[in-house]
């Protein structure tokens, strides 16, 4: 499956053996911890999300503060371009030694003074000019950095396919990688790829001397009628983190001969697409694996021609860093009918369970289980069961009859639906409630899509659960923090008749009575989760939510969560939390496929917030200047240390904005 560039097909090898390579600069596992930088994405290639150290606490945190706002230098592009429509800004910095380092929704890049917010260099890369982005739009959610000596670079996927290297210092690309500083991955695939399907909207990851960028997809309903033929792998190339030249390819769907190609029944791996890695994987460079959280072959919610559980699809797969062949691999879900992609980067944590010391990955779903293995091996730290699931009744499809479901940590989320979960604040709310459920086919999780009614009412939904956000994680007390919210949708099946596919799936999102949501509250929570022993620890909404709603609001609740997903950073004594702004989709892109979004200008919460990291409770809050929609990050410099909150984008000003936390 992992094909080097030296050498033919690997020997095959079997599901647990874990193939051990010479160590690749040993790292610390939570490499942020300490010194004040926020060197990646996720914190480290651990994705804790936390740095640890400094001076924030509980009593400096009443007294945040907006320090500085960074307007992102494309800004003006889609204004003064209207058939160019970015997706709200979701790009995160990183920062080194006191320099922040951004992309922007369209790609550019720019170094910030991270005390002062003032533009130290620009690289526009020019996306917007060759690219359509699939889905959703132009996005950019960060940056990777790499340094060995004095050469230090700077590492953006870009909206129109390509991965470029800049010099750290100048922003000026590194001519002597790859080609002029870029690397054209809708090449050197096993099909043609067109460059409006596929976009580099995650950062890659750097495991030791190897770089493995993530690639999203076109979802296949929204592709329209293109033969499946076209339809764009999900296969992984890993590049020379100096030269630039690939090093190995990861195919997906396995080709013949390959393991997992057996799962792919009735040749459908010769066509099958996606299955595709768009989130960030986690790297552990002292074992030198790195772990790829795979996501839902298409068509995402029939698979008529795809018989069988569809390896390596919504996997946890670990890679050897240097040759990219298999150490271990876990299906999460099989046979995915449900858009249940892995959304983010797996947690990396060293555990003593039971008293025996264990190197453990933890990996969150949209489905709201924490699925924990040994990261050595792949062996589940607790028990899974796989339990009998409700079968699909759509001609044509052959559901898996089981799925796997972990006994320990227990759901962070609601799952499937009875009538008892309905929203029952007031009697009035329920029975209106009663009455849109009515529309749809419901049951327990992993309920199929369906042709009648209104289709299959999903929950959670096709965002989550947990989704992109991801989890936080405490190494000194190794504590999870999930953040999550309930967003039902109908899954609606339907027949097509243009021979593409026999039956293509769409989805909605479902809203509840008086435009409240569907279900109880808390509409959205963040759980703690002691991952020594998987229990909660406590639980709390994310957010105060719609508590002033007219059909409410005499009740005076104080929190019921915002019904979006939250975002998040951790310091030692401190969870920051974001809730994300409100956007909705206004139609497809001038140039055909693309998505495009209008975010909200008035906000009734764009607040940070900051938790006790031991009881969930509300220690301080501060009104921004704009609601969140990307992933929060905290790092020191000048002696002061920050929270950087990205608002805008789809129609107002991207921005960064900082808060002094200190």
């Not at 002029?180 to 990851?205: C, N, Q, Y």
């Not at 010769?270 to 959280?293: H, I, Q, T």
């Not at 046979?335 to 010391?357: E, F, Q, S």
Request: neutral net charge.
């Amino acid at each position: 499956m992992a094909m080097p560039e030296t050498a033919g097909k690997p020997s095959r090898t079997t599901r647990k053996a874990l193939w051990l390579s010479i160590l690749i600069g040993a790292a610390p596992l939570a490499a942020a911890a300490g010194n004040g930088d926020w060197t990646e994405y996720n914190g480290d290639k651990a994705g804790s999300r936390y740095l640890g150290g400094g001076k924030v606490s509980a009593a400096s945190v009443k007294s945040m503060k907006v320090a500085w706002r960074w307007a992102m230098p494309d800004n003006r592009i889609p204004i003064d371009n209207p058939e160019l429509r970015t997706w709200v800004n979701q790009s995160t910095p990183l920062a080194i030694d006191g320099i922040l380092y951004s992309s922007s929704p369209m790609s550019t890049v720019s170094a910030i003074d991270g005390a002062t917010g003032k533009t130290l260099w620009s690289y526009d890369p020019k996306a917007y000019i060759e690219g359509t982005p699939p889905n959703l739009g132009f996005i950019s959610r960060g940056l990777s950095y790499w340094a060995e000596g004095k050469d230090k670079r700077i590492l953006v996927g870009t909206g129109d396919g390509y991965l470029i290297a800049l010099d750290a210092t100048t922003g000026k690309p590194v001519e002597s990688w790859g080609d002029k500083g870029r690397l054209d991955l809708t090449k050197g695939l096993r099909r043609h790829v067109d460059r409006s399907l596929i976009s580099l909207t995650s950062p890659p990851i750097v495991c030791g001397n190897t770089v493995v960028p993530s690639l999203a997809v076109l979802d296949s309903f929204a592709i329209g009628r293109q033969p499946m033929k076209y339809h764009p792998p999900g296969d992984i190339q890993a590049f020379d983190v100096r030269t630039g030249k690939r090093v190995w390819h990861f195919e997906q769907p396995p080709q013949k001969g390959q393991q997992g190609n057996e799962t792919w029944e009735e040749d459908s791996w010769k066509s099958a697409g996606g299955a595709n890695m768009w989130a960030r994987p986690s790297c552990d460079e002292e074992l030198g694996l790195v772990y790829l959280p795979f996501s839902t072959p298409t068509n995402d919610f029939y698979g008529g021609h795809r018989k069988g559980d569809g390896l390596f699809g919504e996997s946890v797969v670990a890679l050897d860093a240097k040759s990219g062949k298999i150490a271990w691999y876990q299906q999460i879900v099989h046979h995915g009918l449900w858009d249940y992609d892995l959304p983010t980067a797996p947690n990396l944590m060293d555990l003593t369970v039971n008293g025996k010391k264990i190197k453990a990955l933890a990996q969150v779903t949209k489905q709201g289980f924490v699925f924990t293995f040994d990261r050595r091996t792949g062996e589940p730290v607790w028990p899974i069961e796989e339990r009998a699931v409700p079968q699909s009744t759509v001609p044509g499809e052959r559901s898996s009859p089981t799925q796997p479901f972990p006994t320990v940590p227990a759901p962070f989320v609601q799952q499937g639906v009875t009538e008892d979960d309905l929203i029952d604040l007031t009697p009035q709310l329920k029975a209106e409630a009663k009455k849109i459920l009515s529309r749809y086919n419901y049951g327990p999780l992993y309920t199929p899509p369906t042709l009648n009614k209104a289709g299959t009412l999903q929950v959670p939904g096709v965002l989550g659960g947990a989704s992109w956000a991801g989890a936080a994680f405490n190494p000194k007390r190794n504590v999870l923090y999930v953040p999550s919210f309930t967003i039902p949708f109908g899954i609606k099946v339907k027949k097509e008749n243009e021979g593409v596919y026999a039956y293509t799936g769409t989805w909605a999102g479902v809203g509840g009575p008086q435009g409240l949501p569907l279900f109880k509250p808390p509409f959205s929570t963040v759980t703690a989760i002691d991952m020594n022993t998987g229990k909660h620890l406590w639980r709390v909404p994310a957010g105060k939510g719609p508590v002033d709603h007219p059909a409410i609001k005499d009740l005076k609740l104080e929190r019921v969560g915002v019904p979006r997903e939250s975002f998040i950073a951790l310091t030692d004594d401190v969870l920051f939390l974001a809730p994300e702004g409100t956007n909705s989709v206004i139609g497809l892109s001038s140039r055909g496929n693309a998505l495009v979004t209008q975010a909200t200008a008035d906000e009734k919460e764009p607040y940070l917030y900051a938790h006790d990291v031991r009881t969930g409770d509300v220690l301080g809050e501060l009104k921004l200047p704009g609601a969140a929609f990307g992933a929060l990050m905290t790092y020191r410099a000048g002696g002061r240390q920050y929270v950087i909150v990205p608002i805008g984008g789809a129609g107002l000003p991207a921005e960064l904005v900082a808060v002094q936390v200190d």
